[in-house]
């Protein structure tokens, strides 16, 4: 016959040994040390494969769109009406590396254009109403200063129903040539 003895409201009955190992770890899980102890974090198993997470994207103000020019992602702010084109980039004194102005035209034409009051040097490409690059003019620079009659007027070899303006030497960076085609979403 068992003998069990009371001792502290547990029986002796194989209970110590696990509660002595139980009170070791905790004692060594909680340390001795006067540092913080770092807050507890569930962990999850690692799955076999792994899974690309994608990434938050927030959602592009309405007159502005994602556009890849050669597997490079530029965010454009659209330039549809007169009053929108007839102001363009005048004014802005710097602008992110991968951001422009997407020039929307009725009809594809020879449209020039001139960088009054354009503070940034620019690149200038125009695309085919299919998204075809037809024309690039590259590090354009600006004019300030000069009057109207003395400005440069900046013409296109090919007509273009849309007009790209990026920061000077992006066209290059991202290897963007004639001929290439940009896919724009329905504007």
Partial sequence: MER??????????????????????????????DQPT??????VAASPTPTAVPP?????????????????AFILKIADT?????KGLIGVASMPENEGMLFVFDVAA??????????????????????????????IPTEL?????DLT????????KYVIELNAGSAKRVGLTVGMKVRLPPL
């Fill in 110 to 139: 020879k449209g020039n254009f001139w960088m009054k009051d354009t503070l940034i040097p620019l690149d200038m490409i125009w695309l085919a109403q299919d998204g075809t690059v037809a024309d690039i003019k590259a590090d």
């Fill in 153 to 160: 007027l900046i013409r296109p070899n090919a007509e273009g």
């Fill in 56 to 72: 938050i994207q927030t959602p592009l103000p309405a007159d502005t769109i994602r556009v890849d020019l050669n597997n490079v």
């Fill in 4 to 33: 069990s003895n009371k001792q502290n409201g547990f029986r002796s009955k194989g209970i110590y040994v696990p509660l002595a190992i139980l009170l070791a770890v905790a004692t060594v899980s909680c340390g001795g040390s």
């Fill in 38 to 43: 770092p807050t507890s974090v569930p962990t």
């Fill in 82 to 86: 007169n009053d929108e084109r007839s």
């Fill in 145 to 149: 200063g000069k009057a109207d009659a």
